[in-house]
């Protein structure tokens, strides 16, 4: 079964960047088709699909996040991590890192991490 | 972008109820509609992907339907474990998610 897990800082400065790591067990980030995304979610909101990369390690990013989003895999420790830039108050939200099968049209999120909460604030 | 618009926003339900929330997408998306189910201070867990296939361990008494445009995630019989937020998201391009519907005794 596999599990991920989110971590990093609770607290960010404004302009500042806000950076997570998702460690994945239970399999390797680097085997199987799949991709790694993440979506974050303010309080009482909706959730946002901020961003993925794949296995091969090519990414894609919502467009509204796209100028201030870096995802990157880092395979020898088996997790993929988020970088978001010159965050605001307006990036205070619960992140999660989650799983979709790929390549293909049909894609969900079939494994999630617990979520970790990231506050912007000076 | 694709924006998902849900209703209703929230709705009040006793056990038994059958239950129906509707998925509306601002262009049609096929049948690439996933619903997912999410209990306060959890991740969301995925009930239905491709509008209709149940996913693994997911109890029949969920089903979905729709395509192109408009969607709906029905409940046959509610359990009280089904109190909670359902959330659609399309995957037809990159992904976004309706608002929620929040179903509540």
């Known amino acids: 079964q596999v599990q991920l897990q989110e971590s990093g800082p609770g607290l960010v400065k404004p302009s500042q960047t806000l950076s997570l790591t998702c460690t994945v067990s239970?399999?390797?980030?680097?085997?199987?088709?799949?991709?790694w995304s993440w979506i974050r979610q303010p309080a009482g909101k909706g959730l946002e699909w901020i961003g993925r990369?794949?296995?091969?390690?090519?990414?894609n990013y919502n467009p509204s996040l796209r100028s201030r989003v870096t995802i990157s895999l880092d395979t020898s420790k088996n997790h993929f991590s988020l970088k978001l830039s010159s965050v605001t108050a307006a990036d205070t939200a619960v992140y999660y890192c989650?799983?979709?099968?790929?390549?293909?049209?049909?894609?969900?999120?079939?494994?999630w991490g617990q979520g970790t909460l990231v506050a912007v604030s000076s | 972008d694709i924006q998902m618009t849900q209703s209703p926003s929230s709705l009040s339900a006793s056990v038994g109820d059958r239950v129906t929330i509707t998925c509306r997408a601002s262009?049609?998306?096929?049948?690439?509609l996933n619903w997912y189910q999410q209990k306060p201070g959890k991740a969301p867990k995925l009930l239905i992907y491709?509008?209709?296939t149940l996913h693994i361990g997911v109890p029949s008494r969920f089903s979905g339907s729709g395509s192109g445009t408009d969607f709906t995630l029905t409940i046959s019989s509610l359990q009280p474990e089904d109190f909670a937020t359902y959330f659609c998201?399309?995957?037809?391009?990159?992904?976004?998610f309706g608002g929620g519907t929040k179903v509540e005794i």
């Open positions: 998201q399309q995957s037809y391009n990159n992904f976004s």
């Open positions: 990369i794949y296995t091969s390690g090519s990414t």
């Open positions: 491709a509008a209709s």
């Open positions: 239970g399999g390797s980030i680097s085997s199987g088709r799949y991709y």
């Open positions: 262009q049609s998306i096929d049948s690439y």
């Open positions: 989650a799983r979709s099968p790929g390549p293909g049209m049909v894609r969900f999120f079939d494994f």
